[in-house]
């Protein structure tokens, strides 16, 4: 199949990438790096050994959407393109709302145009806010409580619109939990600009000697050692739900949400624990403040991913860890050496 892939270059989208090409898809990547590496894509196709197209544009851009549309003609498009960090969501809510929503809509706009009805788009179990009741299922209120959240949001509603208006349309709404951990090859991995904003890419650093200690925020939860505890899903399987979806989109009508996670929980703790295991280095941590927006707990209800794509997690905590170990000391400054 023809799979156009936004913001492939990223790190759930090379991961993604290499399994679509694995599983012989043709792939065109349509990527402004301004959050990713050219070199990721590069790793990809050795890893792989396989080829494939590379548009670089903002998905803001109708023409150059055009352009890719109209000489790749894709079967179906996995959408990860956009803006992901949640503090800066509320310093720059334009910002988020231009690219995430605007681009979607262009997105969207290119694929009527060039008559492609399948779509896969990556949504965040933000959208949920504060849990009325967990595991979160996906008839759970939707109520996110910052302008990132509400970008995903929106943009589930207007595929939502979209795929009613239009006969034939299929879209798969994946509403990620907490991607963590890299390929098993540790040639690629996530590659944060600056200070991590998650927990796992931090302690990585840590261990590898880049930051200090990690800030541990709040310790006075209703959890089982205080610090928070969240549902982190292995980046493997997270890219093996996109295949799924993928799958199922040729047969569903309509949109579905589907969350992806493990229905399995860590703390904060649990997390530095592994971590430490896997790599045999110390993480030093600071107990400090609880920060305001942060939830106690955060579970994904994960039996709709398996009834209707057939998928389930399969990988644990420790292979998060070790994937993550082996590419953050294989590559200390992640795509920025060699
Ligand atoms: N990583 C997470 O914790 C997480 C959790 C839930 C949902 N998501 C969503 O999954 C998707 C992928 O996340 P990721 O962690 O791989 O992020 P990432 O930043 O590594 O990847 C996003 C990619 O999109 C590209 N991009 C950004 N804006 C663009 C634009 N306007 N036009 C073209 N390309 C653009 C970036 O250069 C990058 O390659 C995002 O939509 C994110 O919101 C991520």
Request: contains cysteine; negative net charge.
């Amino acid at each position: 199949m023809k799979v156009l892939v936004t913001g492939g270059a990223g790190y759930i989208g090379s991961h993604t990438l290499l399994q679509l090409l694995r599983e012989q898809h043709e792939v065109l990547v349509f990527d402004n790096f301004s959050n990713s590496s050219p070199e990721a894509l590069r790793r990809v196709k050795q890893l792989a050994n396989a080829d494939f197209e590379v548009c670089e544009g903002n998905i803001q851009d109708a023409g150059r959407l055009n352009e890719a549309f109209g000489h790749f003609k894709p079967d179906a498009v996995i959408h990860f393109a956009g803006l992901k960090a949640v503090g800066e969501s509320a310093e720059k809510p334009l910002d988020y709302y231009a690219q995430n929503v605007s681009g979607s809509i262009e997105l969207l706009q290119a694929m009527q145009r060039h008559d492609c009805r399948r779509l896969v788009f990556s949504s965040s179990a933000t959208v949920y806010g504060e849990a009325k009741y967990l595991p979160y299922d996906e008839h759970h209120p939707l109520q996110p409580a910052n302008p990132y959240g509400r970008t995903k949001y929106f943009v589930e509603e207007i595929i939502r619109d979209w795929a009613a208006a239009w006969q034939d349309a299929s879209a798969v709404v994946l509403r990620y939990f907490n991607p963590v951990g890299a390929d098993a090859s540790g040639r690629i991995g996530e590659d944060p600009n600056g200070i991590p904003n998650n927990l796992v890419p931090y302690i990585a650093q840590v261990a590898v000697g880049r930051l200090q200690h990690l800030g541990v925020f709040g310790a006075d939860y209703d959890t089982r050692d205080g610090t928070g505890e969240r549902d982190y899903i292995h980046v493997e399987d997270l890219a093996r739900a996109h295949l799924a979806a993928i799958a199922f989109s040729s047969t569903s009508k309509g949109c579905e949400a589907i969350n992806v996670g493990t229905g399995r929980s860590a703390t904060v703790i649990e997390m530095v624990k592994a971590f430490e295991q896997a790599s045999g280095r110390a993480v030093p941590y600071k107990i400090e403040p609880r920060r305001s927006g942060d939830v106690a707990r955060s579970l994904a209800a994960v039996d709709k991913a398996e009834r209707l794509l057939g998928w389930t997690a399969k990988l644990d905590v420790a292979d998060m860890c070790k994937t993550t170990w082996n590419w953050q000391s294989a590559n200390p400054n992640g795509y920025r050496q060699e």
